[in-house]
Nanobody
Framework: VQLQASGGGLVQAGGSLRLSCALS????????VAWFRQAPGKEREGVSC????????YYSDSVRGRFGISIDNANSTVNLQMNSLKPDDTGVYSC??????????????WGKGTQVTVSS
């Protein structure tokens, strides 16, 4: 079982980044996928999640309207398109698999994160 996040980097405020989460392992096949982020000194925050079968999506209030989550089941990849980035979006972004939820306690598997830094 493996979840591999990629696509982070340094971007100016107002810019965009696209994160990808590559999924591998049969145990992940029926699990939904979510993105979380954690800024220094802050708790982990659920950003967005997507249902593997029905494509249902949810977003936190802080990113709704700016971020878009999508899934490519053929390639077992979940993408997070992040637009109109703000300095408050800075943090380590991780993908996880579990229930369709923004609660980290509802996740069963975690990948290593990728750093996103938004400069003002």
């Amino acid at each position: 079982v493996q979840l591999q996040a990629s696509g982070g980097g340094l971007v100016q405020a107002g810019g965009s980044l696209r994160l990808s989460c590559a999924l591998s392992g049969s145990s992940l096949r029926n699990l939904d996928v979510a993105w979380f982020r954690q800024a220094p000194g802050k708790e982990r925050e659920g950003v967005s999640c997507i249902g593997r079968e029905d494509g249902m999506t949810y977003y936190s209030d802080s990113v709704r309207g700016r971020f878009g989550i999508s899934i490519d089941n053929a390639n077992s990849t979940v993408n997070l398109q992040m637009n109109s980035l703000k300095p408050d979006d800075t943090g380590v972004y991780s993908c996880a698999a579990g229930s369709l939820s923004l609660n980290p306690q509802h996740m069963d598997y975690w990948g290593k994160g990728t750093q996103v830094t938004v400069s003002s």
